[in-house]
C-alpha cells in the first residue's frame, strides 16, 4: 500500500478544518518526505480547501510506504515578511469594521492603485 492510498483510505475517520466534513474522497498529493516524516497538501473533496499536512509515520510501515511514495516537486514561491507596517494597517482595518469575515474578504483592496 503507497503513502497515498494508506492516507486516503484513513482521511474518512478525520473531517476538513475548514468545512468539518469528512475528508473521505480527498486529493492527497505527497510535496515531500524525510525519513518518517511526510508533507502532503490535502484538497477537501467537499469544499476544495487545499492545506498542508505533516504526518510522521514510525516503525516498518516508513519502509512500506516511502517506496511507493509519489513525489511532487513544486517550488514554493518565498513571501516576504510581513511588516510592522502592514500589521498596523490590519489593526486599524479591523478595528473600524463591523461585519462577517466573509464580507472582509470581499472588499475591495484600496491599497494598490
Known sequence: ???IEFIRDRARYYNCPVCGR??????VQVLSHEDERFHLQVTCAQCQVTFVVVLAIAG???EETIGAAELIEEPVAE???ITVDEILDL?????GFQGTLTELIQQPDHTRG
Open 1 to 3: 500500500m503507497s503513502i
Open 22 to 27: 469528512s475528508l473521505k474522497g480527498c486529493d
Open 60 to 62: 516498518s510501515a516508513v
Open 79 to 81: 513571501a516576504e515578511p
Open 91 to 95: 489593526h486599524l482595518i479591523l478595528k
